[in-house]
């Protein structure tokens, strides 16, 4: 099992000098043009991965467990499939945002999916991981890119919650800045100045989008180089989760994009070790811990969607055969009760007189006609109804 140098040094301090020259400069050890040095250290190495068995052996169980979730995507009407990504927007959103100590409820961002909330700081995140769902991916080509999405999706709620967050800088900050614990212990100072932040950056994003190396391993890389760089004076894990996520759903799919800020805020004390041992004078700049970690992750990610998106088309069939049990027996009332359940599943809110026109294919007249006779009750914000099995009604029905 693959051990970090930070470990190393530890354990076998010995031998951790030449370890670490046998790693750097091995047939499998890939060098990038950036410096990674600790905090309050002299001392700065060159940034390295190293290729290894059980970097195969992560990539083998991310390919492993999305094609589970291939096999299972088929099954899930698209109305379950769209229901399913507000659900895990609201997750992603609510996580993110608890990672960063901003408070947030899952009924406060229903509300603003819905159409009924006003919180622009919520509104702007949710607008952007709706992207993701959508396929509308932002390009994060040039360091100029990367500033125009951080206005779009951070720059103002930063500068609400402190004035001194107003970027000052051609493209970045200007000034320095710290990261700090809980106790208000600097542990990370960002890259500085502009010019070497510009640099740098514009070399993390060449890596990024290079087709040498596997994309898992580029997406873990520039997250954690991202990180490290800190470009603005706040909301860079926001953004660095954000990119990530939008590079994995290119890579695997909307659907497991949109649940990796969930893992991370699970693992949460895991990953700021990750970023903490990676930063360490004594893992000689070696990213390879903190790819195994964020490969992790992801594989978490895939295999919490494949237990929660078959535990749910389990039980969507037990429900299916309870509420046809007291529905007429005709097609298009069914197809419509149908749509219900499907939109009820993961989201809870239910399904819009327009969802269920494009799921049914029949006209607002006849769903409308259908819908008066079913045990339903009715949802309404500002904006629309939104339609749900009532199953009080329904088990008066039954009996």
């Known amino acids: 099992m693959f051990e970090s140098l930070a470990k190393i040094f530890y354990t076998n301090g010995k031998s951790h ?43 083998e169980k991310i390919y492993l467990r999305f094609s589970d979730f291939l096999s299972i995507l088929p099954k899930l009407a698209l109305i379950i499939q769209r229901q399913f990504a507000l659900a895990s ?49 932002p390009q994060f080509s040039t360091c100029e890119d990367v500033r125009r999405f951080y206005d779009e999706f951070v720059h103002q709620d930063a500068i609400a919650y402190d004035f001194n967050n107003r970027l000052d800088g051609k493209l970045f900050r200007k000034e320095g800045v710290d990261v700090k614990n809980p106790s208000g212990k600097i542990i990370h100072r960002g890259v ?38 800190h470009p603005f004076y706040d909301g860079n894990g926001r953004t660095a989760r954000f990119i990530s996520s939008c590079y994995l759903a290119q890579h695997l799919h909307p659907l497991v994009a949109l649940r990796l800020a969930v893992t991370i805020k699970r693992h949460k004390g895991r990953y700021y070790s990750l970023l903490k041992e990676t930063d360490a004078e004594i893992n000689c700049g070696d990213i390879t811990p903190f790819i195994l970690g964020f490969l992790q992750f992801v594989a ?4 919490e969607i494949n237990s929660k998106l078959q535990h749910k088309l389990t039980q969507l069939k037990r429900m299916k055969q309870a509420l046809f049990s007291v529905l007429p027996h005709d097609e298009d009332t069914q197809n419509i009760a149908w749509a219900i359940l499907q939109a009820c599943t ?10 269920l026109i494009a799921a049914s294919g029949k006209t607002r007249n006849t769903v409308m006609k259908k819908l008066a006779t079913m045990p339903v009750r009715t949802l309404t914000n500002v904006r629309k109804h939104f339609y749900k099995i009532d199953w009080a009604a329904m088990r008066y029905l039954a009996h």
């Open 17 to 59: 000098a030449q370890i670490y020259k046998e790693r750097f400069y091995s047939p499998s050890a890939v060098h990038l043009p950036i410096t990674i040095r600790q905090f309050n250290h002299d001392r700065a190495f060159q940034a390295f991965f190293y290729y290894n068995q059980d970097l195969s052996i992560a990539l």
């Open 89 to 137: 927007i609201v997750d992603e959103v609510h996580s993110t945002s608890d990672i960063e100590g901003i408070h947030s409820t899952h009924r406060e961002l229903r509300d603003i999916i819905d159409g009924g909330g006003n919180n622009q700081h919520f509104s702007s995140i949710i607008k952007m991981y709706d992207l993701l769902s959508s396929g509308d991916y």
């Open 192 to 229: 500085e100045p502009e010019g070497k932040i510009i640099a740098v950056m514009s070399e993390a994003l060449h890596f990024l989008n290079s087709d040498e190396y596997p994309a898992l391993i580029r997406i873990a890389i520039f997250h954690y180089l991202f990180v490290y760089i």
């Open 300 to 303: 978490d990610t895939l295999l």
């Open 346 to 355: 993961f989201y809870g809110r239910g399904a819009s007189i327009e969802e």
